[in-house]
């Protein structure tokens, strides 16, 4: 089986193999990343993965998933940010209403 070498930053260089690599590939290229969870320490490390380490792991027998970033995620944001009070006013309206509920207790005639 092919032996895969990666760092761990607590631990240094760590050996692999296929199976204990996750590959995630992303339609938006800086956004693919590996992860392994480290033989020695078991902490999980997440690492960056530009085509040529895709290519590499590929290569060496790491599955690749394939997953699309939602088209909002890369729009540009206008306005000012979302603060803690606002987040906190909107949970608290959806405690005070419930109008989904409402409308889905009506009964419905034919």
């Known amino acids: 089986m092919t032996t895969i070498k990666a ?7 760590v050996e692999l193999t296929p199976p204990d690599v996750s590959l995630l590939v992303c339609s938006s290229a800086p ?6 969870s480290c ?9 960056p993965a530009d085509d040529h380490i895709v290519s590499l792991l590929v290569s060496g027998g790491v599955t690749a998933r ?3 970033v939602p ?3 890369l729009e540009a944001k206008a306005g ?9 006013d909107f949970a608290l309206q959806l ?3 419930d109008l ?3 409308v889905a207790g009506a009964s419905v005639s034919t």
């Open 100 to 102: 989904l509920a409402a």
């Open 95 to 97: 405690g005070d209403t």
């Open 7 to 13: 760092s761990c930053p607590t631990c240094g260089e």
């Open 31 to 36: 956004l693919s990343y590996y992860s392994f």
């Open 39 to 47: 033989p020695t320490c078991q902490v999980e490390v997440r690492k």
């Open 71 to 73: 088209a909002e995620a």
């Open 80 to 88: 000012p940010r979302l603060s803690y009070d606002d987040l906190l």
């Open 66 to 68: 394939v997953w699309d």
